[in-house]
């Protein structure tokens, strides 16, 4: 068995870690299969496409690479799992809804962490700064400015109907981490990121050739 290789990471002007790991399950493949096999219906919480249980064995599998992730990246020593899913991005640009054309955040709460597990190729994963206010993070103590400032620059110029990808007026990207297949990405859910998704890209809602990921969402305790 290949040993995960886990490289860390600090973004932009607020430092934030992130964690990416290469070789995150043990058999990448047999995930990929389970997935080809699973039922996918659409996904809840704006999520921009379709999403389907994972085996049930799947954190039990993962453990020896996340374990040491969150203990000496972001300095957690335990987690609760709160939600987590085979996903496929499959909503069409022009059928995005506003909150979608934007980077978002997971949660605000501390301790809130989220995992993307790539099991294909692609883009990957984006994130950004938002110019007004200068925040790469959203808390509790920030939302109140956060979203007043969003939303007064919303109402004098919508986004266009894309997904984030790279810098646009309202934002401006710091990091990005590259797809590889059975590579993960974890980082705190308070941190403005999006799928990055460029302009033309091929939304396939088959498991065998989209965008084929597992997205988890943990709270520490």
Known sequence: MTKPDIVARRIGTEGQPIAIVDGFHPDPDALRAAALAAAFEPGRHHYPG?????PADYFAKVRPALVPVLREVLGVAGVQLLDASFSIVTTLPGELGVEQRLPHIDAVQPGRIALVHYLSE???TAFFRHRATGFETIDAARSAEYLATLN?????????AAYPFGDSPLFERIAHVEARYNRAVIYRSALLHSGAIPPGAVLDSDPATGRLTVTAFLSAT
Do not use: K, S
């Open 152 to 160: 007064a620059e919303l109402r004098a110029e919508p986004p266009d």
């Open 122 to 124: 692609g883009d990957g």
């Open 50 to 54: 379709i999403r389907a249980p994972l």
